[in-house]
């Protein structure tokens, strides 16, 4: 070999390579799609537990209903739900609730396979506030009246109702306060829908 003879070595790309793969470091759009992946997985697990609250809210409430063992020759002491326009007003707000609640699952689902998609989370977040108002107003309205049952209010001559009928009380309570927690689980809905929408 001559001295202004130069050696040349050559080297072939591996097959990673020559394809443009990485496969050992995820690229920053492959790790927010898994983090906005991740908030739609923990949106459905959300909507899964308000759906429980509002329905059980709704049922408890529904089957609210307690005769006392003893009665004149024309009166029958009974509680029932449907006594109470405002009872009756918080059986149908919940299940209401419950039902968009079921049927937002579809959209909920989308966000989850497709996790850049603006429209579906848009629309779940209005709706979602909706359902927050309407939850918040029965729940509020029903725990007046559950508050009226268990103290009275001796200025208008309300007599508190809870010491006659224990179990009665005992349901509209557990009513109420599941209603509550399908407030509190709705309010992490909807920002966790505005924390995502601020990522796009």
């Known amino acids: 070999m001559k001295n202004g003879d130069h050696a040349t070595i050559d080297v072939s790309e591996s097959s990673a390579v020559a394809k443009g793969k990485a496969p050992l470091i995820a690229t920053p759009r492959e790790q927010k799609n898994g983090f906005k992946k991740g908030l739609g997985i923990f949106d459905f697990l959300l909507r899964l537990g308000a759906i429980i609250a509002a329905l059980a809210a709704a049922a408890t409430m529904g089957t609210s209903d307690e005769t006392l063992p003893f009665?004149?020759?024309?009166?029958?002491?009974?509680?029932?739900?449907?006594?109470?326009?405002?009872?009756?007003?918080?059986?149908?707000?919940?299940a209401l609730i419950g039902g968009y609640l079921v049927l937002s699952l579809p959209f909920s689902i989308v966000t989850i396979v497709r996790p850049h998609a603006v429209a579906p989370r848009l629309l779940l977040f209005i709706l979602d506030i909706v359902a927050l108002t309407?939850?918040?107003?029965?729940?509020?309205?029903?725990?007046?009246?559950?508050?009226?049952a268990h103290n009275g209010n001796p200025n208008t001559n309300w007599l508190a109702i809870c010491q006659q009928f224990g179990d009665f009380c005992q349901e509209v309570s557990g009513a109420v306060v599941a209603s509550f927690v399908t407030v509190v689980v709705l309010m992490l809905l909807i920002l966790l829908s505005g924390f995502a929408l601020k990522k796009h």
């Open 71 to 94: 009665f004149t020759q024309f009166f029958q002491f009974e509680a029932s739900y449907d006594d109470l326009p405002t009872f009756m007003f918080f059986v149908i707000a919940m």
């Open 134 to 148: 309407l939850t918040t107003a029965a729940g509020a309205a029903a725990a007046a009246i559950v508050y009226l």
